[in-house]
């Protein structure tokens, strides 16, 4: 099909309006020099939305607001599902040589905990070649608390990961010891993932450009490394801006993003800290902005290919002297003593509510920092607000202090016991800390006081799935889809940080396809 065939069908303008449809749905980006692409892409698609005509199709499609099974569809048949395991090695020797060890080292001693994300995870090569890597490098590796998320907008790659199962095509350029170590011969050239590693992923649907994260609610925040690599190559440059910035949030102060060698970019990177590794420049996110220091690289000492330990990563600024003027002394006869009155208890609650506001913006704006430092000052000052600890024990959970997270919805239990969301929230962290069965007795309390709350059914159904219990697990999920069926598809769920229905369906959906014993 050559160009002039294409616009003998289908009008440039419209082709241009569903350029953009999908750039805004999808973020994928098909300038008109890719329009072909576009155009074999939707007209694989057409049957399925019951479409013979390529135009009234198209017209049809831009007439309404995608649906999530519309967008499902369009990702079927537009994204790229090129991957393979250990790709792009030399970001994976960075992580196994330096950054890892490092990470691993801090985190022994007390939390043993580190959570990966693989954003655009196609069908789950890179996030098992983590969840490998993560098993070389720890060897107690039972007793910690590893999460590795891997997410992707496109149902049929995901399915493909959950099943785990792989051709010869995925191991390419891979060291002889992979299939032989962490993968079952199937025979006729199918190798599956053996359990213990599979067990180790926790695949999801997410749309990078419309969902929310990072979010407590979707296991999107406090992450330790974010891969999203040959993702953003594909979106424009205002959807890649938006969704680096979201992963900026989702990062702990120092964690890494990690894209591939071809999508580098001083430019979109600038809120990250470059760091050139041997064939690789990952970002990290550092926490220069809050101390005002200045940045620089961190780099390597070129000869030896090891991290330059003793290279600085900051300087400090040069504080520029400030000139006072002399102060004037008082006049005694102008001061009067003046004992304010204390605020009416409508002043205080209005000061609160703004003060309040004001942690919600920094929240959404993954300034977790400022949110704690806003509400500690606010709620040792004032009668216990839970709204504002509970927002307390969300912003210490995103930055993953999560003994002071659970202490704070501790106190927002003890203020309010019969509060359902709490509970959940209580699971949540009672999860992130590795501490299934008091996250499943929180959730049970959550639901014996609101059996209409569907989140609490859904991560039921998660930690019973992840422990093997599938006949349970799949007993919550039928329970959430249930209640789902009340909502329509773009009602907000309560307490959700704004997941839809239609997107718990979807993901429900996706999660219960895993329902094949390993
Ligand atoms: C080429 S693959 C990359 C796989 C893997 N990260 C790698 O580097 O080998 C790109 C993946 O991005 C996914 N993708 C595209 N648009 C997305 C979006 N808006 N949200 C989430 N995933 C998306 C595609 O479905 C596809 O699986």
Redesign the pocket.
């Known amino acids: 099909m050559s160009n002039a065939q294409i616009n003998k069908r289908i009008p440039n303008e419209l082709l241009s309006r569903l350029s953009d449809f999908v750039n805004l749905n999808?973020?994928?980006y098909f300038p008109k020099d890719r329009w072909l692409d576009l155009l074999r892409g939707i007209r694989s698609a057409m049957p399925e939305f019951g479409f013979e005509d390529m135009e009234e199709g198209v017209r049809w499609l831009l007439s309404n607001p995608l649906k999530q099974s519309q967008i499902e569809v369009l990702?079927c048949h537009l994204?790229?599902?090129?991957?393979y395991f250990f790709?792009e090695p030399k970001s994976f020797e960075a992580l196994e040589k330096h950054i890892l060890p490092k990470l691993i080292r801090a985190r022994w001693q007390n939390q043993k905990r580190i959570r990966i994300w693989?954003?655009?995870?196609?069908t789950g090569?890179?996030a098992y070649s983590l969840a490998i890597l993560l098993n070389r490098l720890i060897h107690d590796i039972q007793n910690w608390n590893i999460t590795i998320l891997a997410?992707?907008?496109?149902p049929i790659?995901i399915k493909k990961a959950q099943e785990g199962v792989y051709r010869e095509w995925s191991f390419r350029g891979t060291p002889y010891w992979l299939k032989e170590q962490y993968f079952q011969d199937r025979g006729n050239g199918f190798y599956k993932i053996l359990p213990q590693y599979k067990r180790m992923v926790k695949f999801q649907y997410?749309?990078?450009?419309e969902d929310t994260f990072p979010s407590i609610y979707n296991d999107t925040n406090a992450m330790d490394l974010i891969?999203c690599?040959?993702?953003l190559m594909?979106f424009s440059t205002k959807q890649v801006e938006k969704v680096i910035s979201r992963f900026h949030q989702a990062l702990l102060d120092d964690g890494w993003l990690i894209t591939?060698s071809s999508e580098t970019s001083h430019i979109f990177y600038s809120q990250y800290i470059t760091v050139n590794f041997p064939g690789a420049i990952l970002y990290k996110k550092g926490a220069f902005e809050s101390h005002g220091y200045t940045r620089i690289e961190e780099g390597f000492s070129t000869g030896s290919g090891h991290m330059d330990e003793n290279v600085s990563l900051y300087e400090f600024p040069m504080k520029s002297p400030v000139k006072m003027a002399p102060e004037e002394p008082p006049n005694q006869e102008e001061i009067v003593e003046e004992t304010p009155a204390p605020p009416s208890p409508e002043t205080i609650e209005a000061n609160f509510e703004k003060i309040f506001q004001e942690a919600l913006q920094l929240y959404a704006q993954g300034h977790y920092e400022n949110v704690i430092d806003l509400l500690l000052d606010s709620v040792t000052q004032q009668e216990v607000h839970t709204k504002a600890i509970t927002l307390l024990a969300k912003a210490y959970a995103n930055r993953g202090e999560l003994s002071n997270a659970l202490s704070w919805c501790e106190k927002a239990l003890n203020a309010d016991k019969l509060n359902p969301s709490f509970h959940h929230l209580h699971a949540i962290i009672l999860q992130e800390q590795g501490e299934p069965d008091k996250a499943i007795t929180a959730l049970k309390r959550a639901l014996y006081l609101n059996p209409n709350f569907v989140l609490p059914y859904f991560m039921l159904g998660n930690i019973q799935r992840q422990q093997g219990k599938l006949a349970e697990a799949e007993k919550h999920f039928e329970n959430a889809l249930n209640i789902l069926s009340e909502y329509e598809q773009e009602d907000l769920l309560p307490e959700s940080d704004g997941i839809t229905a239609g997107r718990m369906r979807e993901l429900i959906r996706v999660t219960m396809n895993k329902e094949m014993p390993a």
């Open positions: 999808m973020g994928l990702a994204t790229v599902g090129e991957t790709r693989s954003a655009g995870c196609c090569e890179e997410t992707d907008i496109n790659f997410l749309n990078l450009v891969f690599r040959n993702v594909y591939a």
